[in-house]
């Protein structure tokens, strides 16, 4: 079986390093810094702040773990 394998193209994907607000579909879910890629399918976050009530029992600040990049949309922090 072969596997699929989603990917951003490297120029529309975040920033290694930058902050930025992650969406699932239109909801924003939490800000997060991207600190590091794992080839181009996934990266590691480490959660700066939740963004939504649903979901501050799940992510908390400092929290770090791996994500599929394409699975969610991503918007530049405000500083």
Known sequence: MKHRHDKIK???????GEVYDVFNGDEAVFRAEIKEYTGTCW?????VT???????????????????VASYTYSKAES
């Open 43 to 47: 990266a590691k976050v480490s959660v």
């Open 50 to 68: 939740p963004l939504s009530e649903k979901v501050t029992g799940i992510y908390h600040k400092g929290d770090e773990f791996d994500i599929k």
């Open 10 to 16: 490297k120029e529309d994907r975040p920033v290694q």
